[in-house]
């Protein structure tokens, strides 16, 4: 096991590698000379010469990219345009306001999705069913951007419950949990109810029945442990869009988030903020990927037992 | 002889169009999908005729301006007194193109990049699908962001953005495809007879294996209706004054308090076109593989 999960961590060096120089390429045709975006207004051309050079920009993206590489090894991701401040201490002081809203979204997503998925596959073919599926194809069809707008105006400007924007306290979190969280709810309530019918029917839950197991048991005990590797297979793919989708909630909530944080960038085309902010996002949603593919073992001993051969 | 073989091939393949759709029509929730679908598809076409974009869509009258809807505004004017109904029904084309375009770019990309992945194998193969890893890796937001900065703010640009990051899952399952049909007879005959390897992957291989592509093309009109939307929400997608609806809800946000129409109505536009392709696209899964209906 211990060597998988090595091999794992060693298999994510060149993904983590390829990420920055998709990145940096991308973020390299950008238009615009940085040197003339930090330099005062009156540099000489002399001044602003000595900026390239400082900068690196009077070398090669492959000399650029091997140093920024460098640098990040070291915990540096440039400094921002706009504030000066390094890019990496801005994304580390943003990043827990972020988690929050993904903790919460997660939370949101499983209390909703885990019953309801359940219960829709239980109840196969019934109203119950059909109910549960059409409000979980209207979540996935709703755009998340138009949601938060729909639970700010009612929540937060009619009613008052919570704050519209901001970071005072725990009730500033609820609403953008609430709106990341539905959408994911919708998917996962869908891949819940799929992965239990495919669980439903068979013979050991047959066997369970016959053993005189209660229902309750069957389902919950039997039945919903072996339908969780789909479900924790989906759920993994679906952090990748919590984190990306931090961006848009973000930006309706005024929340200081890392997603806020590259938004905010690419308005001031401030390019060492949005490509160490992608950077970084990107190597937390990979890692994340990898701990849930380690989760398979756990939750599937024949998984595990694989593992150990 | 030649000529029953043919009539007998063209029936054989209406059987199974035909069962495909049989299928489909049984389904209530693909047929609302693409009674929707087509309803959204009139509409695009309609609005040019029926409203004239320079002087009711992009035209500002602020004599009118925050009409609630009324009417003579079913869904009110905004900020700029442009008729809010008129820029959503003209705003169909924009979803409806991006969507479909970007998917295009996607297949056309996926599907050219998996077919040379499965068929080739090799080197070849782990390289291509390594820098597809790479891509996948990456939120599709962010990697559309950043290309649309990169690049600038334009349709086209939205449109190679959200294609270029559709076109991993196509890499992947046009790969898995050819794969199961690499070493199928037919394949073998075709190389004996020494047909060029394009024109036996596109003429003879595709077409056998070409229905996960199909489901996947459907289903991804609406995650890139839901991209490009965000996009434009953002400020990255099309420019203003085109009435994107991305861009009427960003607009309309900033007077949500006191005109909360502005918003409601493109947001509702874009959950009923997602919604629609969202059924079609599950319908026409289920149809071409019932094996998957769950």
Same mark, same amino acid.
């Given at each position: 096991?211990?060597?998988?999960?090595?091999?794992r961590?060693?298999?994510?060096?060149?993904?983590?590698?390829?990420?920055?120089?998709?990145?940096?390429?991308?973020?390299d045709?950008?238009?615009?000379?940085?040197?003339? *975006?930090?330099?005062?207004p009156?540099?000489?051309?002399?001044?602003?010469?000595?900026?390239?050079?400082?900068?690196?920009?009077?070398k090669?993206?492959?000399?650029?990219?091997?140093?920024y590489?460098?640098?990040?090894?070291?915990?540096?991701?440039?400094s921002?345009?706009?504030?000066?401040?390094p890019?990496?201490?801005?994304?580390?002081?943003r990043?827990?306001?972020?988690l929050?809203?993904?903790?919460?979204?997660?939370?949101?997503?499983?209390?909703?999705?885990?019953?309801?998925?359940?219960i829709?596959?239980?109840?196969?073919n019934?109203?119950?069913d059909?109910?549960?599926m059409?409000?979980?194809?209207?979540?996935?069809?709703?755009?998340?951007?138009w949601?938060?707008?729909?639970?700010?105006?009612?929540?937060?400007?009619?009613?008052?419950?919570?704050?519209?924007?901001? &970071?005072?306290?725990?009730?500033?979190?609820?609403?953008?949990s609430?709106?990341?969280?539905?959408?994911?709810?919708?998917?996962?309530?869908?891949?819940?109810?799929?992965? *239990?019918?495919?669980?439903?029917?068979? +013979?050991?839950?047959?066997t369970?029945?016959?053993?005189?197991?209660?229902?309750?048991?069957?389902?919950?005990?039997?039945?919903?442990?072996?339908?969780l590797?789909?479900?924790?297979?989906?759920?993994?793919?679906?952090?990748?869009?919590?984190l990306?989708?931090a961006?848009?909630?973000?930006?309706?909530?005024?929340?200081?988030?890392?997603?806020?944080?590259v938004?905010?960038?690419?308005?001031?085309? +401030?390019?060492?903020?949005v490509?160490?902010?992608?950077?970084? &996002?990107?190597?937390? %949603? /990979?890692?994340?990927?990898?701990?849930? +593919?380690?989760l398979?073992?756990? %939750?599937?001993?024949?998984?595990?037992?694989?593992?150990?051969k | 002889?030649? /000529?029953?073989?043919?009539?007998?091939?063209?029936?054989?393949?209406?059987?199974?169009m035909?069962?495909?759709?049989?299928r489909?029509?049984?389904?209530?929730?693909?047929?609302?999908?693409l009674?929707l679908?087509l309803?959204?598809?009139?509409?695009?076409?309609?609005?040019?005729?029926?409203?004239?974009?320079?002087?009711?869509?992009?035209?500002?009258?602020?004599?009118?301006?925050?009409?609630?809807?009324s009417?003579?505004?079913?869904?009110?004017? +905004?900020?700029?007194?442009?008729?809010?109904?008129?820029?959503?029904?003209?705003?169909?084309?924009?979803?409806? *193109?991006?969507?479909?375009?970007?998917?295009?770019?996607?297949?056309?990309?996926g599907?050219?990049?998996?077919?040379?992945?499965?068929?080739v194998?090799?080197?070849i193969?782990?390289?291509?699908?390594?820098?597809?890893?790479?891509?996948?890796?990456?939120p599709t937001?962010?990697?559309?962001?950043?290309?649309?900065?990169?690049?600038?703010?334009?349709l086209?640009n939205?449109?190679?953005?959200?294609g270029?990051?559709?076109?991993?899952?196509?890499?992947?399952?046009?790969?898995?495809?050819?794969?199961?049909v690499?070493?199928?007879?037919?394949?073998?005959?075709?190389?004996?007879?020494?047909?060029?390897?394009w024109?036996?992957?596109?003429?003879?291989?595709?077409?056998?294996?070409?229905?996960?592509?199909?489901?996947?093309? /459907?289903?991804r009109?609406?995650?890139?209706?839901?991209?490009?939307?965000?996009?434009?929400?953002?400020?990255l997608?099309?420019?203003?004054?085109?009435?994107?609806?991305?861009?009427?809800?960003?607009?309309?946000?900033?007077?949500?308090?006191?005109y909360?129409?502005?918003?409601?109505?493109?947001?509702?536009?874009?959950?009923? /076109?997602v919604?629609?392709?969202?059924?079609?696209g599950?319908?026409?899964?289920?149809?071409?593989?019932?094996?998957?209906?769950?």
């Amino acid at each position: 096991m211990y060597r998988y999960v090595l091999k794992r961590l060693l298999m994510l060096v060149p993904v983590i590698l390829g990420v920055i120089l998709l990145i940096f390429v991308v973020m390299d045709l950008a238009p615009g000379d940085p040197a003339l *975006m930090i330099a005062s207004p009156d540099a000489t051309e002399e001044e602003l010469a000595e900026l390239r050079t400082n900068l690196g920009l009077d070398k090669g993206i492959a000399y650029r990219y091997v140093a920024y590489v460098k640098n990040m090894l070291h915990g540096n991701l440039g400094s921002s345009y706009i504030s000066g401040r390094p890019v990496m201490d801005v994304y580390l002081e943003r990043l827990p306001e972020t988690l929050k809203l993904a903790v919460g979204a997660v939370f949101v997503a499983l209390i909703i999705s885990i019953p309801l998925g359940i219960i829709a596959a239980v109840h196969q073919n019934t109203f119950k069913d059909s109910a549960s599926m059409v409000v979980a194809l209207i979540g996935v069809s709703m755009p998340s951007f138009w949601l938060g707008l729909l639970l700010m105006l009612l929540f937060s400007l009619k009613l008052g419950w919570f704050p519209s924007g901001g &970071t005072v306290g725990f009730k500033s979190i609820v609403l953008p949990s609430i709106t990341m969280g539905l959408n994911l709810a919708a998917v996962m309530t869908r891949t819940t109810r799929s992965s *239990m019918l495919d669980v439903l029917h068979s +013979d050991y839950l047959r066997t369970a029945r016959a053993k005189g197991v209660n229902e309750k048991k069957v389902i919950l005990k039997h039945a919903f442990k072996n339908a969780l590797i789909p479900i924790i297979t989906v759920f993994g793919s679906q952090f990748s869009y919590v984190l990306g989708g931090a961006v848009l909630v973000e930006t309706i909530f005024s929340y200081p988030g890392v997603g806020k944080m590259v938004v905010d960038a690419i308005g001031n085309r +401030d390019i060492p903020s949005v490509t160490g902010g992608i950077v970084m &996002t990107t190597i937390i %949603v /990979t890692c994340v990927n990898l701990v849930i +593919d380690l989760l398979y073992a756990y %939750v599937d001993p024949r998984i595990k037992g694989q593992y150990v051969k | 002889m030649a /000529t029953r073989e043919r009539v007998s091939k063209k029936y054989a393949k209406r059987s199974t169009m035909g069962e495909i759709w049989h299928r489909l029509k049984k389904n209530k929730g693909a047929m609302i999908g693409l009674t929707l679908v087509l309803l959204i598809i009139a509409i695009a076409l309609i609005s040019s005729f029926a409203f004239d974009y320079d002087t009711q869509v992009i035209n500002q009258n602020l004599v009118n301006r925050f009409q609630a809807p009324s009417a003579e505004h079913l869904f009110g004017t +905004d900020d700029l007194g442009r008729d809010i109904m008129a820029r959503v029904l003209y705003g169909a084309r924009y979803s409806l *193109m991006v969507g479909i375009v970007a998917v295009l770019i996607a297949i056309i990309i996926g599907v050219t990049l998996g077919c040379i992945a499965g068929y080739v194998g090799g080197p070849i193969s782990e390289i291509i699908m390594r820098i597809t890893d790479i891509f996948c890796s990456v939120p599709t937001i962010l990697l559309a962001i950043a290309i649309v900065s990169a690049f600038g703010v334009s349709l086209t640009n939205l449109m190679v953005a959200v294609g270029i990051t559709s076109a991993p899952q196509f890499v992947r399952i046009a790969r898995a495809s050819i794969m199961t049909v690499r070493n199928e007879e037919y394949v073998e005959a075709a190389k004996a007879i020494g047909m060029p390897n394009w024109k036996i992957v596109v003429v003879h291989m595709l077409p056998n294996c070409i229905s996960p592509l199909i489901v996947q093309a /459907t289903q991804r009109v609406a995650s890139a209706i839901i991209s490009a939307s965000s996009l434009s929400f953002l400020g990255l997608g099309v420019p203003q004054p085109a009435p994107e609806w991305g861009s009427m809800l960003s607009s309309g946000r900033n007077f949500i308090r006191d005109y909360s129409y502005m918003t409601f109505f493109p947001g509702l536009a874009i959950m009923l /076109t997602v919604l629609a392709f969202n059924l079609l696209g599950d319908g026409v899964r289920d149809a071409i593989d019932p094996k998957l209906k769950r």
